[in-house]
Structure formats: structure tokens, C-alpha cells
């Protein structure tokens, strides 16, 4: 007989939002917080790629899944994520920020170094992310409960990329978020 090895996490019921919620680690945290009895909007860009991953977890967990294309460099298309979400589930408890381009688009020396493409970073994720919180957070309380997960990388402690930065202005954001709320 296989051991049941799944413990309740409490999230029976909870509401999560995860941007970049398509690929990788987004649609992985996906299938666990459905595992989890969580209801999961999953959020990114392109809606095929989101249909087709809330198609592929609906079918693997039985959860209940949503799919809502967004652009989070635009505080008008969050706020609008966040409404459909709320008009969908009630609530919203959880956030996972995921949305990023992987390992950042500025990977060069300086000289090559293109400000356009250093600042789509900075708007995706950091600002992104920032959005995405202040949209949020304001439903948590009212629902006496809430958890943010900012994702990060590796970039913040070493000198490979200088997109980077993103990284490391992340974890002051973050620290200053949870001393806040």
C-alpha cells in the first residue's frame, strides 16, 4: 500500500493569483496550490499558453482553475486581473509573482548594455510585481488573511547579468512589503 505523504496546508478554499503563471516554476506553483484545494488564477501574457496549462491542471488536479491574460507592466490590466478575480472567486489570499523574462534581457557588458530592454525588465518584474501587490493587498486584509510570494534569481548575488539589479531591488522590496503588511 503507498503512503499518503500530502499534509493539510490550510489552503483549502484560498484564492490564489500567479503571474507567470504559463511555464515553469508559475504553472508548477499552479499544480501544487490546486493540489492544495486552492482555487488558481493563472495569469501571463498569452492566453493560449495559459488555456492550455489551466486545460492540462484542470485535467491533472480537478481544481478549479482559471486562465486570465495580462500585462503587468500596465496598472489598468492588473486592476482589471485583480476585478475578474474577485468576480470570479470573492477573494483573493494568495499571491505568487512569477512573471519575468528568464535570467533577464540585459546579459552583456555595459557597452552593449541596452537601456530599453534593461527598463522592460525593471517594468516586468520589479514594478510588475509591485503592481500586482498594491492591487492585492487591499483585498488580504478585508479578507483577515493573505500571503505574498515574490519570486526571485540567482542574478541578485553574482555579476553575470546586469539585469540583476531587478533581483536585488526585489529583495528590498519584499523585506519592505512584509514589515508593512
Known sequence: MKEDCSMDLGLTGKVAII????????????CKLLLAGAKVVIAARTQATLD???????????????????????????????????????????????????GGLVRNAIEEADENNLMLDLNTKLLGYFRMCKA???????????RIVNVGGLT??????????????????????????
Open 19 to 30: 503571474t507567470g503563471g504559463g511555464v515553469g516554476i508559475g504553472k508548477a506553483t499552479a
Open 52 to 102: 492550455a496549462t489551466a486545460q492540462a491542471l484542470r485535467a491533472e488536479t480537478g481544481g478549479e482553475i482559471e486562465a486570465i491574460a495580462v500585462d503587468t507592466t500596465q496598472m489598468a490590466a492588473v486592476q482589471q486581473l485583480v476585478d475578474r478575480t474577485i468576480e470570479r472567486f470573492g477573494a483573493i489570499h494568495i499571491l505568487v509573482n512569477c512573471a519575468a523574462a528568464p
Open 156 to 181: 541578485a548575488r553574482c555579476t553575470e547579468a546586469l539585469s540583476g539589479m531587478r533581483n536585488t531591488a526585489l529583495v528590498h522590496f519584499t523585506k519592505t512589503l512584509s514589515d508593512e503588511v
Open 136 to 146: 492585492c493587498v487591499p483585498h488580504m486584509r478585508k479578507a483577515g488573511w493573505g
